[in-house]
DNA sequence: TACACACGTCTCTTGTAAGAGACAATCGCT
DNA sequence: AGCGATTGTCTCTTACAAGAGACGTGTGTA
């Protein structure tokens, strides 16, 4: 993610919805857009950059970015020209934590989980069909294996990919994995047939463990948190370096999945 | 904050903006507000009400509250009928925190200060010329002194106000503080040359202490972080009781505008 | 049973916001 | 200085979103 030749990251139309070609779109989409767009990138981001990143037109985002600045959803970066999130946002998410439950108690427990192993551990969700860390507390090792915040990744990329979609039917998984999803970040190919019998596995046997997919160096122990009997509604997992022993690896997982048990409970 | 028949919470349309009567409303706006509306209430809404509380037609809601809802913004809360804050809303507020150095540590002061006092610790800004109490940390007395986060208090009722609104000038600040916010809750006035008097002596001295203001059994100390030389970006406060002794009123007076000057280096 | 009131969905009209594009001012480069 | 690219503001047109309101259904209560 260094800065270099305008890179979008974002997908822009192709994801699947059909723009009737010179048509208008709606002011609040391109907002949606806008905030989504921002995101995605992590930092702030010029006007003119955004409108080319989104394929608005430059004077309706001017517009915008005005009246989201006004509102306090945006701010204007330090430069004077760029925009990032605004103090709002913060005030709202804040106000969302507030009013969940799962996610104030689920953030406490990945805390004092990784402060007691001195692991990585992380809080994960289903946030429109993406895995996504929803909290994560980085665990004192020196080489930190840290992930964003709000990074979405692939679901088969991740052990707390096959609980989140444990009890969910065929069907439905396909629906929300695409081909894209199925290639690790080294190339290597997962078997969708493979994959749904993790789930199933997972499912079962109340956690899941993956070695070496993301990345060759690390281990991931997930276990799932119910919102209620069968629907898994988070997970809670530690990220360990993949040549943890046989032992320690067991003990984790056991004192995980004590704790995602209790955050069951709600 | 009880349910009860149907209070608005909100200042309608009395605001200030005028409207010119049978106008139409930009959806944008319709947005804001409602995120507004449901900032203010802290709690689930069910759209009708909403719709209500906002004179908005509820045609227009109904579909606006979809879309938010399809985009994560907002989310359908348990009962099936009220909705709220979305995990979108929390993960862009998360991003803007990482992405906010002072916000970022301020927080983790506060929470040590709090911790290592025992007493109820705030970090406090401007937000769109309200006081707004940004993050707080409850410290461990029986009678739990707290307040919401994202709680906006009129300025004149606090000790941080004076201390955010230093180096305004008169016309500023006459500009901030409505005849309302001069009223504390028991119903005494504050003089606004008095507001303005302290305001100047909390600038010369790098602190402000308040006494029974806001609430008649607590004191509020509060000391400024700069994020440019003259400039008040935030507050730190501690609010501690009322007959706390002159000499642990110092001790923690110290100890917090340590901490405030040590946030301010950025 | 009948009444009053909520909810959620639809249809149609028209006021207006999205967009195209022109403009001057800056910036960075050679 | 001369050139191209970018920035921020403005004007004008028209495609379309906001809104009014009707409809069917569900729920509480008199």
Redesign the pocket.
């Known amino acids: 993610m260094q800065d270099g030749e305008t890179q979008t990251g974002w997908p822009g139309e192709g994801a699947g919805e059909e723009r ?1 070609a010179g ?6 989409n ?1 907002v949606l857009n806008m905030l989504e767009f921002l995101h995605a990138n992590q930092r702030a981001i ?4 955004l409108a080319k990143g989104l394929n ?5 985002t ?2 915008l970015v005005r009246e989201l600045v006004e509102a306090g959803l945006l701010e204007m970066a330090g430069d ?2 760029r925009v990032y999130f605004g103090k709002k946002l913060y005030l709202y998410g804040m106000a969302y934590m507030r009013g969940n439950d799962l996610l104030r108690r689920g953030r406490q427990e990945v805390d004092t989980l990784s402060r007691e192993t001195g692991e990585t551990s992380e809080l994960c969700m289903l946030q429109s069909g993406r895995y996504t860390i929803v909290h994560s507390s980085p665990g004192n090792r020196p080489f930190r294996i840290s992930s964003a915040t709000g990074l979405q990744i692939p679901l088969p990329w991740t052990a707390s990919g096959r609980l989140l979609l444990a009890g969910l039917d065929r069907g439905r998984i396909e629906a929300m994995v695409t081909e894209d999803d199925l290639v690790l970040p080294d190339g290597r190919k997962i078997e969708l047939d493979d994959f749904i019998d993790d789930i199933g596995k997972a499912r079962v046997t109340g956690y899941c463990v993956t070695s070496g997919l993301v990345d060759a160096y690390t281990k991931c122990l997930a276990a799932p948190v119910f919102s209620a009997p069968g629907k898994v509604e988070a997970t809670m997992c530690l990220v360990v370096p993949i040549d943890t022993s046989e032992e320690r690896t067991g003990e984790l997982l056991t004192v995980l999945r004590e704790r995602a048990a209790l955050l069951s409970i709600s």
Chains 1, 2 share one sequence.
């Open positions: 009737p048509s208008r779109e709606k002011g609040l391109r010029g006007i003119g950059e608005a037109p430059r004077s309706t001017y517009t004077g020209n």
